[in-house]
């Protein structure tokens, strides 16, 4: 790949905030009561047995899936280091578990995390790559939020001169309901600096992400 690209980041016209993290911490006690009215509203008996502790285990299950609210992606991006290294860096198949903010129903798949690192080889951990993944997947989300939000937190935070997200997921509100059309998955992809620019970058990177 070439190097004759200015790195990205901070800054760039196409950076988007990563979204404001929530103040408070999730109402346990709120999402209890919320559940329960829902069991109401169905017409079920919220205190017959096999229902009595479903409130409080549905409040912490979805305190759990919402747990990226309340983090802050710098704390998964603390740790950088500089490497001799300036050509891709690509992490395939990360598996991916978030749910779609319209229907709170999961949508879920396979994420390939890839960046060209700065001069300086500014790179970090692989694991970080899939923690920022699960970050942004742990919250009520679109694919292609989800996509651009992990895009531009490696961005600003590593200035490489290209960042790539490619994510390919399967939306439970399209087969499971709706439009029941089960198995139908969905491609969404970010792309930041070189990989915009450079048509053969983006298609080197994309066959590495196809497996080619
Ligand atoms: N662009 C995008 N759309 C999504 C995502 N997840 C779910 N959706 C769509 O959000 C849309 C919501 O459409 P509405 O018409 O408001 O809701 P609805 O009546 O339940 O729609 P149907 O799913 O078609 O029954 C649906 O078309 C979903 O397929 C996502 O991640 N990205
Ligand atoms: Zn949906």
Not at 45 to 72: C, H, I, K, Q, S
Not at 144 to 167: K, M, Y
Request: net charge negative; hydrophobic share 35%; with cysteine.
């Amino acid at each position: 790949m070439t190097s004759s690209v200015e790195p990205i980041g901070a800054g760039d016209d196409d950076s988007r905030p990563d979204g404001a993290l929530n103040s408070t911490q999730f109402d346990q006690e709120r999402a209890e009561a919320a559940i329960r009215e829902l069991l109401l509203a169905a017409g079920e008996d919220p205190e017959r047995e096999g229902l009595r502790e479903t409130p409080a285990r549905v409040a912490r299950a979805y305190r759990e899936l919402f747990a990226g609210l309340y983090t802050n992606p710098d704390d998964v991006l603390d740790r950088t280091f500089d490497e001799a290294h300036e050509e891709l860096v690509l992490v395939r198949d990360i598996p991916v578990y978030s749910q779609c903010e319209h229907h709170l129903l999961p949508f879920h798949g396979y994420a390939h995390v890839g960046y060209i690192p700065n001069e300086q080889g500014r790179v970090t951990g692989l694991s970080k790559l899939a923690r920022l993944v699960d970050l942004y997947g742990r919250r009520p989300q679109v694919q292609e939020r989800l996509t651009s939000q992990v895009a531009d937190a490696l961005a600003q935070r590593l200035e490489p001169r290209g960042v790539i997200v490619v994510i390919e997921a399967e939306h439970l509100c399209m087969g499971m309901r709706g439009v029941r059309k089960a198995g139908a998955t969905t491609t969404t992809s970010a792309v930041r600096g070189i990989f915009r620019s450079s048509a053969s970058s983006r298609s080197e990177a994309l066959s590495l992400i196809r497996g080619k």
